[in-house]
């Protein structure tokens, strides 16, 4: 059975809209709009004017006489006395004769029936409800999605919270456990002095009492009145009188002092974006600038002791210097033309050295070069990179072969993984610049024969080479891209130099941001390398045309990558 659409929301019976007290409708007037009983039906309904036109229908038809519309009582809004007989598609108007006569006549060809006008209109209104229930239904599934997104995130935030507490108390555990091995091992060195004291201390006791006992034996000879028995004794005394002077030791070792370490963002660990790799907002300040005489800085290694070991290939030498104000006071100077060098776990240097197909290690300490397990022979190494895990990446050039590589080594030198050729046996380099990897493990190498076009290399264990950066279009509009040093920041992100420009690329090798130096009066960069506090030391050279050894290192403050 159908029923009116006011019937259906309203689920409360309904009385005659006329008598207001019948609750058994029957009827309802189309023009007027009124259900009805029997009663009022053929009575009070018949008393509204032109009641008798009006067209009254079953309360069992409502919703089917839309088929029984009526179109032709429809008043002309113009013409007053007359009817819409037509509808106008051009002007969206009913029109009647007259209108038709006076303003249509060209429109007759648009000129449409009422009611396929109607059913048109009606039509288009579907379809706009069926948009405006599908922008609905989409709404939905957005808020459904946003709302799934947010609790996704809540629960990531909490993992993310409690990933952080955890490393905090495993990092407070390892600096207790540290700090404890180093009391121990301070314990136990002031046990060993104390124990070398003491037996000197001992030795010097028991000479002290020898001492001591003669002394009296020789003050009561002095002492005695007995002539005779002074010269029968006073011999052997002079035989005895002298006493051994305690054997001690020269020296003593002492306490060690205690030097602090700084606790810095990249050993302690970063947040960083699973998402899709965003442009970074970079930002270089420099703090300090010292000038050198030197051609050009070809890398820098910072200290814990503040000062730096610096490379000047060019120039044949390794320097040891301690900045000092804006000073760079040298310590110490080797002669030699060193194409890499890396700090090891021990705090000393690992260097290639040309002429060499077997790493070296100068001791800081002690200024000693020996030799190391670390041979890339028939190749001579050109850079060298050493991962946290203590694995040596090696880049290797043989011009006399036409080969070039990089090699993965364990701590005992044996090789893990040679890259040489990529899957179409074709060489996959030009000439091993620099290397640096990220935490996924992923290898970059910056990889430039001397005076040609160059690109970035990565590298991943087990597939070779993922990816190949060769500068951008826009930062090398006007000088190809010659990538010079490479290094990993500690948000592991790479960055390398180029001319004036420094590129920072994603563990992937996709570049996410850029850095003219040039903006902040920085000329030439070369290398780069971050200090243990994080600021970040940029080496230069001098200008392609100059002869001066005048090449400038600048420790500047970074944000943004």
């Avoid at 029997?38 to 919703?63: F, M, T, Y």
Wanted: charged fraction near 25%; glycine fraction near 6%.
């Amino acid at each position: 059975m159908a029923f009116s659409q006011s019937i259906k929301k309203s689920q409360i019976p309904i009385n005659c809209h006329l008598c207001d007290t019948e609750k058994n409708i029957k009827w309802k007037c189309i023009d007027c709009e009124l259900l009805i009983c029997d009663k009022c039906k053929d009575g009070r309904h018949l008393r509204i004017k032109n009641a008798q036109e009006h067209k009254v229908i079953s309360i069992k038809d409502i919703g089917l006489h839309s088929g029984e519309l009526d179109f032709t009582n429809i008043k002309c809004q113009d013409h007053a006395s007359q009817s819409c007989c037509l509808f106008c598609k051009i002007c969206d108007s009913l029109v009647c004769p007259t209108c038709v006569s006076k303003v249509h006549k060209k429109h007759a060809n648009d000129l449409i029936e009422i009611s396929e006008a109607y059913y048109m209109k009606k039509e288009r209104l579907k379809n706009g409800q069926s948009k405006i229930q599908m922008v609905e239904k989409n709404a939905i599934t957005k808020k459904e999605q946003l709302v799934k997104r947010k609790n996704a995130e809540n629960a990531k935030y909490s993992k993310v919270i409690q990933d952080i507490l955890n490393h905090g108390k495993v990092l407070k555990s390892d600096i207790d456990k540290y700090i404890k091995e180093l009391k121990d091992e301070v314990d136990e060195n002031l046990k060993t002095i104390f124990k070398s004291i003491d037996k000197d201390l001992s030795i010097v006791s028991q000479s002290m009492k020898q001492s001591n006992e003669k002394n009296n034996e020789v003050e009561d000879l002095i002492k005695s009145t007995d002539v005779a028995n002074f010269f029968s004794d006073v011999r052997k005394m002079e035989k005895s009188i002298g006493v051994q002077v305690p054997k001690t030791q020269s020296s003593y070792n002492s306490i060690p002092k205690f030097v602090s370490g700084e606790i810095t963002q990249s050993n302690v660990g970063v947040l960083q974006s699973e998402e899709s790799p965003e442009e970074l907002s970079v930002s270089l300040n420099i703090i300090k600038e010292y000038q050198t005489e030197l051609t050009v800085i070809t890398d820098i290694i910072p200290c814990v002791d503040n000062s730096v070991w610096i490379s000047a290939n060019a120039d044949d030498c390794l320097i040891h210097a301690l900045p000092s104000g804006k000073e760079l006071n040298v310590v110490s100077t080797f002669n030699m033309k060193v194409h890499g060098m890396a700090k090891t776990k021990s705090n000393n240097l690992l260097l290639s050295v040309q002429r060499k197909c077997r790493l070296q290690q100068l001791n800081i300490t002690t200024g000693n070069i020996t030799d190391t397990v670390y041979n890339v022979s028939p190749f001579g190494p050109t850079c060298i990179y050493i991962t946290s895990g203590n694995k040596v990446i090696v880049g290797g050039n043989s011009d006399k072969l036409g080969r070039r590589a990089v090699f993965v080594m364990n701590e005992q030198g044996d090789y893990e993984t040679v890259y040489e050729h990529d899957q179409h046996n074709q060489p996959i380099f030009s000439y091993p610049m620099s290397i640096t990897s990220t935490s996924n493990g992923n290898i970059h190498v910056g990889d430039c024969y001397p005076g040609k076009d160059g690109r970035v290399v990565v590298l991943t264990t087990g597939s070779g080479v993922i990816n190949s950066y060769k500068g951008h279009p826009e930062i090398n509009k006007v000088k190809t891209f010659k990538p010079n040093r490479i290094v990993t920041t500690p948000r592991d992100n790479v960055m390398m130099t180029d001319t004036q420009s420094i590129h920072i690329l994603d563990s992937k090798g996709n570049l996410v941001s850029w850095y003219n130096t040039k903006d902040i009066g920085i000329l030439y960069p070369y290398c780069l390398s971050f200090t243990p506090t994080g600021q970040l030391y940029i080496g230069c050279s001098k200008s392609a045309n100059s002869t001066a050894k005048e090449a400038k290192i600048y420790e500047v403050t970074c944000s943004g990558f």
